[in-house]
Each structure stands twice: as structure tokens, then as C-alpha cells.
């Protein structure tokens, strides 16, 4: 085959994806990149006002706030998440009956809708007839209601849902790991004494270094993001208690409705929040690459 | 690794950026007050005479849905110009949906229109102005409904009247009844003292005096506060008409109340994350004492949400128990819409000719669908019989208000600002110096803009304000 023909035939084959990347990816990018110094409500003409946008973000308390709730929020979710993920992996990596059911029950909330798992975790949640709290009445464990989503614990039960909804699929990545670590590797290790917990230790571990600095990555970037449980579970309520960057970034874009007077759309402050918001999760994901380097070499 | 890592770093930002630029896609840019010219979107379905018409009309409302598909299958069957309509009805983020439409060439050709979203949706150039259809005998049906902001934008109108809403407490008979309270409150003071009674009554088993929907706190606010400030004498969402500028003042006082219930535990736990159907539910089985919403509760009550307790509607108590103002009826003045860029906009007229028919609108009011603000239906139509209805209807102390001006402050909402103070507490005084002087500031830009228009009336007297 002639070079000019294999070139025409690679190109013909990337096409699809460029055009989509430009479409999707690169046009989103110079919208945003272009909005941010433009005050536009969605209508009528967009109005250039530089580095407003900005000087109103360094100045707009409710988004650090989402910042600093962005933070609990990973953070919170990161130390269940992944500890009870591997946790989980090793477990169902092993000798286990049923083991194949197991880990499909534990999948099964990655494949069910965020916002369906969400609603029903709001009926068991809420205060005024949920499950967990009529449970806790009917045993006298609480003798009156317990706020699970009022200001001061909402933060928590939000964390313990997205931690259900991301375990099954963490499991899955570990397992993964775990299947492609040398079977005589366990083997020479128990002819040589080392029970359980040494060989999860000094061969589990290390072992799966490269793959745990992939999932962790992509657990942090997912709990930086994750917005969609909350949204549908407190609003980012009670009082801005869980609202998180993303949430309020998609406020500014789609204003929830409400019944009476209209909100408007504000996508010039909405793109540099966009931005900042990018920096802000591409920041953390640099510097833990940064720290993580360690993980990526197997001896 | 430094690939990677550049590689890992440009994909989280264009992920993260995507986010933001999703909203903007959906905005027809181009689109401002100027009507199409020429340029239109569904030009393959340009008017030809003899020819069938199919039309779309998109709602987001539910209640009356199988009223309006009855009255399209009947226009649909009836008339003489081959003209089919048919309906969709959405929910959620209806809005949304119509800007996806609009900016995919795939709008309706008529569209249901709420106080929330006809200024926005004329701003972006979707409706087609109606002056030209209008006949002289619709000019004087609708005489003195035509409001500026509402449904008439720089002398143009874009919707006209059918029915509006009223607000009203909506109270639970037999707990006021078994917590020994003789009627609904007058006062707030009243309202406070008859929560702490029901709570104090029902508590054990799980009832609650008051209960309102602050998942979203300035939809919780927008159907109470508004109510208690208008019977009070002040404008409801915090704007001051006699000076044209916003004063949270008159507004503080009614939260102080507000936060008291709260104090006293008289307030359903769990209301910080209550939306209005949850809200609804635990109403029907009888665990709220009293919430104040919009006329549509006893169609709620009908259909959606069953109830054996005995409820009703009253006047919302006020902050000193006395009548200054009158309650404002909202949602008022406009109901359906063309799209200014339908190739059908004389088929889609037709259409809106039938539906604002005498007999139409009549049935609307009688079937309990909305109450009727306009005055040739409202005088011959009879009451409708949805249970509960009674408390609901307009009244020598209902009437329209004047508009207040739209505008989007920087940081939080008054919703959310006082719904704060309720829970947290703090210093009243900062907050409503806080909102007032961040509301003012983005009036005033709005204002230099040309967004809107502020007219401030020195003589406003809110007990001059009459039913219509």
C-alpha cells in the first residue's frame, strides 16, 4: 500500500473522531473560553466587560463556599470509597461461593440512574416519614426524628449515598488490578510463611500501585464533578450546606424553576466559573499526579 | 508521564468547561426583539392554501390536560381550514426545552406561557407579537387586562388573559379543631401561636403545625410571604412602588415569624428538603396544621393527592392582623403564545381564537382548571364545584398588582438570604441592608441597560388597589 493511500485511508478513519472532539470538545472550549468576558443572559446582545466576571467570582462568597463543600464532599467520599472498594475487590477476588452474584449486586448501583437511586434515598432518608428514621423510632434507638438532611448532617448522608453509588464500579477496577497480579507470586510468598495480611501488604499492595494511582485519579476527578446525587436530594440545601462547584455552575446555567417569578440564565458569569472551577479540579489532579509518582513503579 | 499528564489535565478541563458551555449552545444568540425577517425556520411548511396544517403546541401544564386534549380533538375535528393541532405536554424544565427547540429549528408553533417565562422567551425572539390579529371585539373582552411587562412588552402584545392564581392559607379543619383553635389566623402572630398549639397536640404522632416547601427556599417565600405582605399593604417580592427601589424591610418582619415557628419546633422536620408535592402528601395524611400556596391545591386535592381530611383556603393572616392591601393574584395575564418563527402563525391565531372562545374559557373557570380574572367569563361563569374551591375564589380582596421589575442580583437570592436568617440566625438588620443595597445595584444596572423600565409612584396606595 502507497504511503499517500495509507495516509487517506488513517485520515478517513479519524474523521469521525475529530469532528466530534471539534463539536464537542473544542467548540464547548472556545465558547467558554470566549463567554467568560461577556455579560450574556441567553438573549439580545452579548456586552464585553473584560475581567468583571472575575472580580465578581473572587467577591461571590456562596461559590467559595461550593468550593470548600466541593472539598468535604471528595474528600469524604475518597476515604470510603476507596479503602471499601479494595476492600471489597480483595474479598470477592477470592474463594468465594456466589462470588459472581456478589460482585453483580455490588455493580448494580453504577448502572442504575443517579437521579432514580438518588430519589429513593431522599424517601429513606428524609425526616418526616423515612425509612431509616421510623426504623430507629420503632426500636427507640431515637426518640424523635433525626434531620439526616437538614443542615448540620446533610453533608454526611450525601457522602454515604455517593459512596453506595461508587463502590461496585471502584470493585470492578480493583478486581481488575487484583486478576492481573502473578498467581505464583502468593504462592512463593505462603511456601515461605507469609499469612493474609503479609501477602495484602507486600504483594497485594505494591502490586497494584499503578492501577490504584489510575482509580484514585479518577475517584478524585468523579468526586470533584459529582453533583447530579445532590441536586436531586437537598438542591445544594439546606442553606448552601452540600451545594458543591458543579451544582452551583449548573445553577447559573439551567436556574432550578421555580413557581414564580422567572430566574435568568447568567452564561457569561457562568463560563467564568466554568473556568475556574476546570482550573481549580485540573489543579488537584496535577498535583496528585505530582505525589502519586511513587505508585506508578513496580519493583 | 509528561504527556499524561498533560493529557489527564487537558481532558478534565474540557470536560469540566463542557459543562458550562452546554447551557450556552442552547441560547438562539441572534435571536433579540426584532421579529423574524424572512428568515425563518420552518420555511418548508410555508402557509399554501387548501393544504393541511399540522401545528405543535407544547405545555408544561398538567392539571388540565385532559381538558385541552378534548377541546384540540374537537378543534381538530371542527374546523374548516385543515388545521391539526397536537399537543405535548412536558414537565420538568420546560424552558429548557423550549430553548433546545428554538435553537434546533424544532419550536412549536404555540407555546403555554407562565408570568415566569414570556418576557424571556419574547427577549430571545420567540413570540410573535399578536396586535395584528386582534379583532376590536377581543381589544375590548380583554380591555384593561393588557399589562406592560406582563403580557405587553414595548407596546406590543405577545399573550392574552385567561385565568390567574390566587394565594391563599391552606389550613387543616379538623387538627385547628382538635389543638382547640377557632379559625385561621388573622395575624402572624396568631399563625405562630396556632402551629405551637397543633404541634403541641400532635407531635407524638408525627403532626406538625406548618410545614412550607424550602427545598427552594424562593419558591417556599414566593408563595407565602408574597401572599402575607400584599394583604399587608406591601408589594410581595420585596420592591418598594412608591420609591421604585427594592426595601427587604417589610419582608424581614414577616421571617422574625417565621423563624419563631421554627424556634418552637412547630415546623415539619425536614421541610429544609421539602418540595411541594412531598410537601402536599404529608398534608393529605393529615400531618401539616397549615401552609399557604395557589389556587391549584384543590385540584391537587382532587386528583393528584386524595385526601379524607377536611381542609380549606383562607385569606393569609397579615402582620397585624389587619387588611391593609389586597391579596395579589398572580400568574395572571397571559396563557398561550405563537412562535415567531412557525411558517403557521395565521393557523396557529385560528387556534388561539378558538381557545380563547367565550365558551372555552368558561368551561376553564367552571371545571376549576384557574380562576377567571377576565371580567365578561369571571361575571356569568359559575363557581367551580372542586372541593375547596370556595376559599379560593376572587374576592373584594384579590386584585392585580403592579409588575415588579426582574433583575438577578449577585450572590444569594432573598430565598435563600433569609431562609439563612431562619435557620442560623444573625443580625436581621445586615441582611436586609445586604440585599437591599445588592438588589438596588443590579436594578440600577438593569435599569442603565434598558432591561427594565422602574416608574415609582409616590401616590401608591395599596388599599386603592380593586378586584377586577
Known amino acids: 500500500m502507497s504511503q499517500w493511500k495509507r495516509l487517506q485511508e488513517n485520515s478517513l478513519l479519524l474523521l469521525p473522531s475529530v469532528i466530534l472532539t471539534l463539536a464537542l470538545g473544542v467548540y464547548p472550549l472556545v465558547w467558554v473560553l470566549r463567554y467568560m468576558f461577556y455579560d450574556y443572559p441567553g438573549y439580545g446582545q452579548e456586552v464585553f466587560v473584560g475581567l468583571d466576571n472575575f472580580a465578581r467570582l473572587f467577591r461571590d462568597q456562596a461559590f467559595w463556599a461550593s468550593v470548600k463543600n466541593t472539598f468535604i464532599f471528595a474528600g469524604g467520599k475518597l476515604v470510603l470509597t476507596v479503602p471499601l472498594s479494595l476492600l471489597l475487590a480483595v474479598i470477592l477476588n477470592g474463594k468465594l461461593r456466589g462470588r459472581n452474584l456478589l460482585r453483580a449486586v455490588f455493580f448494580m448501583p453504577t448502572v442504575i440512574s443517579t437521579a432514580v437511586i438518588s430519589v429513593v434515598f431522599y424517601l429513606i432518608f428524609n425526616s418526616y416519614n423515612g425509612?431509616?428514621?421510623?426504623?430507629?423510632?420503632?426500636?427507640?434507638?431515637?426518640?424523635?426524628?433525626?434531620?439526616?438532611?437538614?443542615?448540620?448532617?446533610?453533608?454526611?448522608?450525601?457522602?454515604?449515598?455517593?459512596?453506595?453509588?461508587?463502590?461496585?464500579?471502584?470493585?470492578?477496577?480493583?478486581?481488575?488490578?487484583?486478576?492481573?497480579?502473578?498467581?505464583?507470586?502468593?504462592?512463593?510468598?505462603?511456601?515461605?510463611?507469609?499469612?493474609?495480611?503479609?501477602?495484602f501488604r507486600y504483594i497485594t499492595l505494591p502490586m497494584l500501585g499503578p492501577v490504584m494511582q489510575v482509580i484514585i485519579m479518577l475517584a478524585i476527578i468523579a468526586a470533584l464533578k459529582g453533583y447530579e446525587s445532590i441536586m436531586v436530594m437537598t438542591e445544594g440545601g439546606p442553606i448552601g450546606k452540600t451545594e458543591v462547584m458543579y451544582l452551583y455552575l449548573y445553577k447559573l446555567l439551567f436556574p432550578m424553576a421555580t413557581s414564580g417569578t422567572p430566574v435568568e440564565q447568567q452564561f457569561g458569569y457562568g463560563s467564568a466559573v466554568g473556568f475556574v472551577t476546570a482550573l481549580i479540579v485540573g489543579g488537584i489532579t496535577l498535583i496528585y499526579h505530582y505525589m502519586s509518582k511513587k505508585m506508578n513503579k513496580v519493583y | 508521564m509528561n504527556f499524561k499528564k498533560v493529557l489527564g489535565l487537558g481532558l478534565v478541563a474540557v470536560l469540566a468547561l463542557s459543562t458550562a458551555a452546554c447551557g450556552g449552545g442552547n441560547a438562539d444568540k441572534t435571536a433579540n426583539n426584532k421579529p423574524a425577517t424572512g428568515n425563518e425556520q420552518q420555511t418548508q411548511g410555508a402557509e399554501q392554501p387548501g393544504e393541511k396544517k399540522v401545528l405543535t403546541y407544547w405545555t408544561d401544564d398538567r392539571h388540565d390536560q385532559e381538558y385541552i386534549k378534548e377541546l384540540i380533538e374537537n378543534f381538530n375535528s371542527t374546523n374548516q381550514d385543515h388545521i391539526s393541532v397536537e399537543l405535548t405536554v412536558l414537565s420538568e424544565n420546560y424552558n429548557q426545552s423550549v430553548d433546545i427547540a428554538f435553537a434546533s429549528n424544532k419550536a412549536p408553533d404555540i407555546l403555554r406561557l407562565k408570568s415566569a417565562n414570556t418576557e424571556m422567551f419574547m427577549k430571545k425572539g420567540y413570540l410573535a407579537p399578536l396586535d395584528s390579529y386582534l379583532t376590536d371585539e377581543m381589544k375590548s373582552k380583554f380591555d384593561g387586562l393588557l399589562m406592560d411587562g406582563v403580557n405587553r412588552f414595548d407596546g406590543k402584545v405577545y399573550s392574552l388573559p385567561n385565568s390567574g392564581l390566587t394565594l391563599r392559607l391552606v389550613y387543616n379543619q379538623d387538627l385547628f379543631e382538635k389543638a382547640g383553635i377557632s379559625g385561621p389566623p388573622?395575624?402572624?402572630?396568631?399563625?405562630?401561636?396556632?402551629?405551637?398549639?397543633?404541634?403541641d397536640y400532635g407531635k407524638k404522632e408525627g403532626i406538625y403545625g406548618f410545614a412550607l416547601n424550602f427545598k427552594n427556599p424562593k419558591s417556599a417565600f414566593e408563595r407565602s410571604v408574597r401572599e402575607i405582605l400584599s394583604l399587608s399593604g406591601y408589594q410581595g417580592l420585596g420592591f418598594d412602588l412608591k420609591t421604585g427601589q427594592f426595601d427587604f424591610g417589610p419582608y424581614s418582619q414577616v421571617i422574625e415569624y417565621f423563624k419563631q415557628m421554627h424556634e418552637d419546633g412547630s415546623i415539619l422536620p425536614g421541610a429544609e428538603t421539602l418540595d411541594i408535592d412531598p410537601l402536599r402528601a404529608q398534608f393529605a395524611a393529615g400531618k401539616i396544621g397549615m401552609y399557604?400556596?395557589?389556587?391549584?391545591?384543590?385540584?391537587?386535592?382532587?386528583?393528584?393527592?386524595?385526601t379524607t381530611i377536611n381542609w380549606a383556603g383562607a385569606l393569609a393572616p397579615t402582620l397585624e392582623g389587619k387588611q391593609v392591601g389586597t391579596s395579589e393574584i398572580v400568574s395572571a395575564g397571559?396563557?398561550?403564545?405563537?412562535?415567531?418563527?412557525?411558517?403557521?402563525?395565521d393557523a396557529a391565531w385560528k387556534f388561539m381564537e378558538y381557545m380563547y372562545a367565550d365558551d372555552v374559557l368558561t368551561a376553564y373557570h367552571e371545571k376549576g382548571f384557574g380562576i377567571s380574572i377576565v371580567p365578561s367569563i369571571a361575571e356569568k361563569a359559575k363557581n367551580p364545584d372542586t372541593p375547596g374551591m370556595e376559599g379560593f375564589l376572587v374576592g373584594e380582596h384579590d386584585s392585580l398588582w403592579p409588575v415588579t421589575p426582574n433583575i438577578t442580583p449577585e450572590g444569594a437570592n432573598y430565598g435563600d438570604a433569609f431562609f439563612k436568617y431562619m435557620l442560623d440566625g444573625g443580625d436581621l438588620q445586615a441582611v436586609v441592608s445586604d440585599l437591599n443595597a445588592r438588589y438596588n445595584d443590579a436594578l440600577s444596572k438593569a435599569v442603565e441597560k434598558g432591561d427594565v423600565k422602574v416608574s415609582p409612584d409616590p401616590s401608591f396606595d395599596p388599599s386603592q388597589l380593586k378586584a377586577k
Open chain 2, 186 to 199: 388573622a395575624s402572624l402572630q396568631d399563625m405562630v401561636d396556632a402551629a405551637k398549639k397543633i404541634t
Open chain 2, 292 to 306: 399557604l400556596s395557589f389556587s391549584t391545591e384543590p385540584g391537587v386535592y382532587k386528583d393528584q393527592f386524595p
Open chain 1, 131 to 199: 425509612m431509616v428514621n421510623q426504623l430507629l423510632m420503632k426500636y427507640h434507638i431515637i426518640g424523635q426524628p433525626f434531620e439526616w438532611l437538614g443542615p448540620k448532617h446533610a453533608m454526611l448522608t450525601v457522602i454515604l449515598v455517593a459512596t453506595w453509588g461508587a463502590i461496585g464500579n471502584y470493585m470492578l477496577l480493583f478486581l481488575a488490578g487484583l486478576q492481573s497480579i502473578p498467581k505464583d507470586l502468593y504462592e512463593s510468598a505462603s511456601i515461605d510463611g507469609a499469612g493474609p495480611v503479609s501477602r
Open chain 2, 334 to 345: 397571559t396563557w398561550i403564545g405563537i412562535n415567531d418563527k412557525s411558517a403557521n402563525k
